[in-house]
């Protein structure tokens, strides 16, 4: 009877421990978070962020930030290769980049009971450079491709950022190989190196980002001594009447060859700060950023004028 009683009054205290253990703060990354208040615009969230795209991702979170006071970002930032193991393993559940998830990697997630939401939010270009001083500044798709299937004798070199970046993906999928050649197409560390080294190798091509060239263009990096080029499409496809370059109004209209989509993806299989997030990017206001930025939005908001009759 003694056991029975005690268990009568440990049973409500074991209820009151556990109710109190779920609603408790937790630590992440030294901070106090009550994974009972996270919403759309409060608590933390990490998010990987392909470099390329890493200069408008701040400015929307900073923006965001100045309205929600109690969202926190923790932003981890890399080369699309290196940052995709990280949101696979399930480490982060939030990704931005220029491509969607592969049938293999949704599978992943949808295993775990988790259906990835995917948007669209921004359109990229990829810029090819050349030294200011090189008086050939246009190239066409078809010359491009032949560098890279290693099928020209034009002399011309391309140079990328880095081996696991997504501009190397782009155009490995564009020219359809599964290797680069072993001359004409050569990989850096980063786009800084790729400035330098075009600044001083007139017979080199540079690729790219356009948001990273927007962002970066400053005196100390060398920017100021390289040119966009114009580029021609093959034939029988937008863009292959002229040589165009990525200003914003060819991303927009959709002319400039060498596109790319931006997208978020939200893995957390929740409605938090991650899905607030994505929102907003979707949103008028992050909409606006992004032209800001200098890239093409996904989606133009028609302006709307109030005409006054003044007579």
């Known amino acids: 009877m003694t056991i029975i009683n005690s268990m009568r009054y440990l049973i409500p205290i074991l209820i009151v421990f556990v109710l109190a253990s779920c609603n408790s703060p937790v630590k992440r990354d030294g901070k106090d978070v009550d994974p009972a208040l996270e919403t759309r615009t409060m608590g933390l969230v990490k998010i990987l962020v392909d470099e390329s795209f890493s200069s408008v991702i701040d400015d929307q979170i ?50 775990r009971s988790i259906v990835p939401k995917t948007s669209r939010f921004a359109i990229d270009g990829i810029s090819l450079i050349t030294s200011a001083d090189n008086l050939d500044s246009n190239i066409t798709v078809e010359e491009v491709i032949g560098i890279l299937k290693g099928e020209t004798s034009s002399g011309k070199s391309l140079v990328f950022d880095n081996a696991y970046s997504s501009t190397v993906r782009y155009f490995m999928e564009l020219a359809q190989i599964k290797t680069l050649p072993t001359q004409g197409v050569y990989t850096l560390k980063n786009n800084n190196d790729v400035i330098k080294y075009v600044v001083d190798h007139k017979n080199y091509i540079g690729v790219v980002g356009v948001n990273w060239l ?96 003044t007579n």
């Open 62 to 111: 900073s923006v965001f930030k100045s309205d929600y006071k109690d969202a926190e970002f923790e932003v981890i930032t890399g080369n699309e290769g290196k940052i995709v193991p990280s949101f696979v393993n399930d480490s982060v559940r939030v990704i931005v980049m220029s491509r969607m998830l592969t049938p293999q990697e949704d599978t992943i997630y949808r295993k």
């Open 214 to 309: 927007l962002t970066n263009n400053t005196a100390s990096n060398g920017v100021g001594k390289v040119r966009m080029m114009g580029i021609k499409n093959l034939k029988g496809k937008k863009g292959d009447d002229n040589f165009y370059k990525p200003v914003q109004t060819n991303l927009i209209s959709g002319i400039y060859p060498f596109l790319r989509n931006v997208y978020i993806i939200n893995c957390e299989g929740k409605d938090g700060l991650g899905t607030g997030f994505a929102n907003w990017l979707m949103s008028p206001r992050g909409q606006l950023i992004v032209l800001k930025s200098g890239l093409g939005p996904h989606k133009l908001n028609p302006r709307e004028f109030n005409l006054k009759n």
